[in-house]
C-alpha cells in the first residue's frame, strides 16, 4: 500500500490552484476581448438604428401636420365636420403635442377654439 505525503498533496493543491488561476485569467481576457469585438461591430449598428428612429419620428411629425393642417382648414372654412373626425383630430392633435409639436398649429387651434368652431 501507498502512502501519500504531505509533499505531494502540496503540489496537487497547486496544481490544482494553477489550473483555476490560468482558466479565471483566459475567461477574463476573452470576456474583454469578445466585449471589444462586439462593441466595434455594434456601434454602427447602434448609430444605423438611432439615425432610423430620428427619421421616423420626423415622418411622424411631418404627417400629424399634414392631417392637422388639412383638418383645421376645413373647419376654418365651415365645412361640415362630424363628431367621430372630431375625436380623431384632438387624437392626432394630443399626439402631436407629444411629440414636441407647438408652433402655427397650436396657433390656429386656439384660434379656432376662441371662434368657437372645435
Not at 421616423?56 to 401636420?65: E, I, N, R, S
Request: charge should be negative; include cysteine; proline fraction near 1%.
Amino acid at each position: 500500500m501507498e502512502t501519500i505525503t504531505l509533499g505531494q498533496i502540496s503540489v496537487a493543491l497547486a496544481l490544482i490552484v494553477s489550473v483555476l488561476t490560468g482558466i479565471g485569467y483566459l475567461h477574463g481576457s476573452l470576456s474583454k476581448l469578445i466585449k471589444t469585438v462586439l462593441k466595434e461591430n455594434f456601434d454602427g449598428i447602434e448609430k444605423k438604428i438611432d439615425d432610423i428612429s430620428d427619421r421616423l419620428d420626423d415622418v411622424d411629425m411631418a404627417t400629424c401636420k399634414n392631417y392637422l393642417v388639412g383638418f383645421l382648414a376645413d373647419v376654418d372654412q365651415d365645412q361640415p365636420i362630424d363628431e367621430v373626425e372630431k375625436e380623431r383630430f384632438w387624437e392626432q392633435y394630443e399626439h402631436y403635442e407629444k411629440l414636441g409639436g407647438n408652433s402655427y398649429i397650436h396657433r390656429k387651434v386656439e384660434t379656432l377654439k376662441a371662434e368657437g368652431k372645435l
